[in-house]
């Protein structure tokens, strides 16, 4: 088992930041000695889990619930390739604006969504999630790919030029963590995308609807055992998240600037449609249901 030669330079022990080597089977690392393994797949494997009970507690949730949900992820819940039309042009956009982006990190890559759109746009991207399952749906995609929380990155200061998230956020007991490690890995000028995370507005507005929509989307019969790991797993999914105060913690993590677009689903159902006609006597951040974080460092 083998990372690439460009991933291999770019990982980090996550306990001690030195750079790692290949060695009879096993990452190490150079200036502690320690050995770090591969998941059964073949991906490095440098997760360490959060030093919080309750946000490991999270995190153990969401590992069993995107391996146990991996084999019918794209069926389920990935949208139709041309819903991500959205995703691409965003994408294309950032790394316009850049000029000379190079180097991407996917953080919460599951199967694969963005690193494929983002692949043909620059020369290098690595794959970040904690889930295996997820993860070898993503391995005939894409190869470089590591094991590890978006909470505690196993790469170095300033090693990539964007990264991203795409319905990460809600994912995390503290999303903070997470802001501040995506600034710490960017280089000066590098930029930051999060998308596909509900809005905390929205919720306190319409939470009655979507209460309702997700009771008559509910597909299979679920044991009370399952209903409380995926409550845990999408951890601010009740609730939304507050976007402008995380848009305070972009600044407060050291971005430049930081911004907030407020954005309905891409193929509206009748409702949201009916939303959108009100937007126009009405305009508000509560009538839109996700919203993205764009930041430069
Ligand atoms: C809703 S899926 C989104 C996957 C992909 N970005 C997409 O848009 O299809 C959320 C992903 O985040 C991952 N995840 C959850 N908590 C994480 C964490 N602390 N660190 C890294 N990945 C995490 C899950 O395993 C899952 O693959």
Known sequence: VKPSPWLLGKLRCPLGGGALRAADGALVAEATGRRWGFTPEGVPDLLVPSPDAESRRVEDANERFHDSH??????????????????SRTLARLVAEHGAAREFLDAGCGSGVVLRRVKPLVANV????????????????????????????????????????????????EPVEALREFHRVLRPGGFL?????????????FGWW??????????????????????????????????ESLRA???????????????????????????IQLERHEPSPSLRYYFQLIAWK
């Open 70 to 87: 991996a084999e019918v992820y794209d069926r389920e819940t990935v949208r139709p390739d041309d819903a991500y039309e959205g995703v």
């Open 126 to 173: 690595a794959g970040v999630d904690l889930s295996r399952g997820m993860l070898a749906r993503c391995l005939p995609l894409h190869a470089d790919l590591v094991r590890a929380t978006a909470t505690r990155l196993p790469f170095g200061d300033a090693s990539f030029d964007g990264v991203s998230g795409y319905s990460l956020l809600h994912h995390l007991r």
């Open 210 to 243: 979507l209460e309702i929509r997700r009771a008559a989307k509910t597909k299979r019969a679920r044991t009370a055992e399952d209903a409380e790991l995926e409550r845990l797993a999408e951890f601010h999914h009740g609730t939304g998240l507050d976007a």
């Open 249 to 275: 913690d972009l600044l407060a993590a050291g971005f430049s600037r930081a911004e907030v677009v407020h954005a309905h689903p891409p193929k509206p159902d009748e409702f949201t449609k009916l939303l």
């Open 193 to 205: 995308w999060t998308d596909n995370d509900s809005n905390a507005a929205f919720h306190r507005r």
